[in-house]
């Protein structure tokens, strides 16, 4: 393990390999060696034009060069992941599990490591870094587990004759990943593509390449057949050339909702079909009976998790009329307390955001929301670190805004940062009218006491994952996903099964052949 780590990182030189290797510190990690990876290795891409770099969120730093892949690099992946079809789709599911299980606990013993390079390229705290490590081996080993139970049905005919179903792998599927959880989102699409018989080939986004490659090592060094699950790099021009590929049968996707929409769009060439997770611009409701202790605590986690940029957030929080100044109080003053920083200590809780112009477009929401007349209670600043590694990182202080109303950009926009937008409302039914007033329903939630009030909300929130007296839980068994532009297909769950597999039905003749002519 050590010895790959090595291989991966080239360290400054005075830095002892081993203490390295222990304690990456911010500021000391430089990538030479290839991401990308298919047919079982490492590669560089052939095309050395358009070159980008990619930054160290906690120093500014540039941390390694992505080149994208083109037309020959992509055929050559799908080509390798339709060869390790070949061999996977004909094992049996307990022969898949087994080698899942294996990656599973290969993941495991790398958590530490895994959690490091994903701070180092995203800038969320090593904190939340370890638990997206979690749910990545809790959602393969849950798959796993899935991928014997995979059956059809017997249905009996007259006669005698009967007919059966198989439900069948795809083919090779594509993942196309965004930036916010890039090891988690691999992992949510890999596990049951591949327990239910597919191939990958998964392109993150450029912004965070790194760590998906060493999930596709993972699973070649579990015993997965070569070609299994292949990481390209690249941005649009790449993620485009895989969604037009003639020998790929699905693409999930997670991202933007324009960008949802083209990937749909050129799917649609081919007729394929698409798991979309898409943005949202949920609500949060709180209500006067609600525990004031828990909906703050629940406040707080519909927002600032990974620096707010999380796609269920719940910026659009509704407070009860009565219940507003203490709510308010209290929330401010544990967001002025949450310490940001150097995202791989564990004492910080908030880290940079992604990049430059994302930290300066979440800025801006801010100078326009007070421009519209939202009070900043507090929050909302470029934030400066003390350590002087880290003064080039992007950070900012995370922000409450008052006084918000419905109009408001801040309200209707997906800011995708540390923002919380507070609302008041006085009526339930008023609430539920302003909380579905959107184009989006990815996630909801609702903070009562009262067991009817909270069900009979929840069944009127147009929302694909809502929460009661709690929010932004994903546990892996559980589906997760959009309402209306919020996204098409679920990940997570049984039901997921049926988005990777396709159903064969067999005809079963004991009779003659009873012929019209
Ligand atoms: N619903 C969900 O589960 C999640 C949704 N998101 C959403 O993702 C957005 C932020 O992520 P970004 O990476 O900036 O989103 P994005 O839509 O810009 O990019 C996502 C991925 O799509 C690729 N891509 C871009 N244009 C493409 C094209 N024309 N063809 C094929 N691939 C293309 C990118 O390279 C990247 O890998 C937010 O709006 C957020 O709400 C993010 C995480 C989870």
């Keep these: ?129 370890r638990l997206d490590v979690d749910s990545a081996r809790l959602c393969i080993e849950y798959y796993a587990g899935l991928a014997s139970t995979l059956a059809g049905q017997h249905i009996q005919l007259p006669g005698g004759s009967f007919a059966y179903t198989r439900r069948e792998p795809l083919g090779v599927c594509v993942g196309i990943g965004a930036w916010n959880y890039p090891f988690q989102i691999a992992a949510w699409k890999s596990a049951p593509a591949l327990a239910c018989g597919n191939s990958m080939v998964f392109k993150p986004s450029p912004v965070t390449p790194v760590t998906a490659v060493m999930l596709a090592e993972i699973y070649a060094e579990a015993g997965a057949p070569e070609g299994l699950l292949n990481v390209v790099q690249g941005g649009q021009e790449t993620g485009s050339l895989l969604c037009h590929h003639p020998d790929v049968a699905k693409v999930s996707f997670t991202g933007s909702v324009p960008t949802g929409k083209k990937i749909m769009e050129m799917a649609s060439k081919g007729v394929k079909p698409v798991t979309l997770e898409l943005g949202g611009k949920s609500p949060l409701l709180i209500f006067q009976d609600s525990d004031l202790e828990n909906a703050v605590r629940g406040a707080l986690m519909a927002n600032f998790l990974s620096q707010g940029q ?21 929330v401010v003053k544990r967001t002025r307390a949450i310490e940001i920083g150097d995202p791989l200590l564990d004492s910080t809780r908030m880290g940079a955001l992604v990049n430059q112009p994302h930290l300066e477009k979440v800025l801006s929401f801010v100078d326009q929301a007070k ?12 934030f400066v670190p003390s350590d002087h590694k880290l003064r080039g990182g992007y950070y900012m202080t995370p922000c409450v805004l008052g006084d918000c109303t419905d109009e408001m950009t801040c309200v209707k926009e997906e800011i995708f940062g540390p923002v919380m937008s507070v609302l008041s409302f006085e009526t339930e039914e008023e609430v539920l009218q302003r909380a579905n007033d959107t184009t989006m329903g990815l996630a909801a939630g609702v903070f009562t006491r009262d067991v009817m009030r909270a069900h009979r909300v929840v069944e009127h929130l147009k929302a694909g994952s809502c929460f009661i007296n709690n929010y932004n839980i994903t546990p892996v068994e559980v589906p997760f996903g959009g309402f209306k532009m919020s996204g098409i297909g679920r990940e997570n769950g049984q039901v997921t099964v049926e988005h990777y597999s396709q159903l064969k039905t067999v005809f079963v003749e004991m009779g003659d052949v009873d012929c019209l002519f």
């Design 371 to 382: 421009k519209e007349g939202a009070t900043v209670l507090c929050g909302g600043e470029p």
């Design 1 to 129: 393990m050590l010895q790959r780590l090595a291989a991966t990182l080239r360290r400054p030189a005075a830095a002892p390999l081993a203490a390295a290797v222990r304690c990456i510190s911010s500021g000391s990690v430089d990538i030479t060696i290839p991401l990308n990876f298919w047919a079982g290795k490492r590669w560089t891409s052939k095309e050395k034009c358009n070159k980008e770099n990619v930054y160290e969120p906690a120093t500014g730093r540039v941390l390694c060069h992505l080149e994208p892949c083109g037309a020959v690099e992509v055929d050559e992946a799908v080509e390798a992941a339709k060869s390790a079809f070949g061999h996977w789709s004909k094992m049996s599911g307990m022969e898949r599990a087994r080698i899942m299980i294996e990656a599973a606990h290969i993941i495991e013993s790398r958590r530490e490591e895994i959690a490091e390079m994903e701070v180092v390229n995203n800038g969320k705290s090593i904190t939340e870094a």
């Design 310 to 330: 999380v796609c269920s957030n719940g910026t659009r929080v509704f407070v009860q009329k009565n219940i507003l100044p203490e709510f308010v109080e209290e």
